[in-house]
């Protein structure tokens, strides 16, 4: 199986989840910005992330890779727990925290803007949608006062996960995004949290890009 993705991209960053924690052989091919041809002639459109499967098709969204995998050997982790205060913390933290990682990860080093040419077109993308970028970060104070509250009221949240659901796959996400932001406070727990999903999903944090 390959899987098709951003190294950046938190919605890509779901299906590396599960391909780490059921200890799939996967392979992985980053797709560079600016090249729509791979993605469109794969599934009709630009879209990512995309999964090669055993049979050769291809399927997008990233929770249906999600829950496909996931069928694919034990254990599950696809599963659907109460858990209404951490959906709420995703829809309130949102849009706060894609305001602050976005122009980050068109600075970032990543796979797929590793030439001028792609984060170029990173950057001309992302503005269409956010406007300035540089703006944004040096405009950071009002969400990242915001995010740091909301990180405060995570570590209460997180402080007993220890089996992982559907919403690890929403959060955290999330959360390895916000790794890539100078000045957010990231408490004990959260931290925690943090680390242990990175560990079992063999994925990386960003803590190492921070600006």
């Known amino acids: 199986m390959k899987l ?49 499967k055993q049979d050769g098709t291809h399927m ?26 951490l959906e709420q913390w995703c829809k309130d933290s949102a849009d706060a925290i894609y305001k602050l990682v976005v122009p980050r990860f068109t600075k970032g080093q990543f796979k797929e803007i590793a030439t001028d040419e792609a984060r170029t077109a990173f950057v001309a993308r992302e503005t269409r949608v956010f406007g300035d970028l540089d703006d944004l970060i040096a405009n950071s104070g009002e969400h990242l006062a915001k995010i740091n509250q909301k990180l405060l009221e995570l570590e209460d949240l997180v402080d007993t996960r220890e089996d992982v659901h559907l ?26 949290y943090m680390q ?16």
């Open 4 to 52: 098709y993705i951003y190294e950046h991209c938190p919605f890509c960053l779901r299906t590396r989840m599960i391909s780490g924690l059921k200890q799939l052989d996967m392979q992985y091919e980053v797709i560079m910005e600016g090249d729509a041809e791979t993605p469109t002639r794969l599934v009709g459109k630009k879209v990512v992330p995309i999964l090669q």
């Open 60 to 85: 997008t969204e990233s929770l249906d890779i999600v829950q496909h995998l996931d069928q694919l050997a034990e254990p599950s982790y696809v599963q659907e727990v109460d858990a209404p205060e």
């Open 167 to 192: 919403i690890d796959f929403k959060l955290f996400p999330l959360l390895r995004s916000l790794s890539i932001v100078k000045g957010l406070q990231f408490g004990n727990k959260v931290n925690r």
């Open 196 to 211: 242990n999903l990175a560990d079992k999903s063999k994925v990386d944090l960003l803590f190492d890009q921070a600006l």
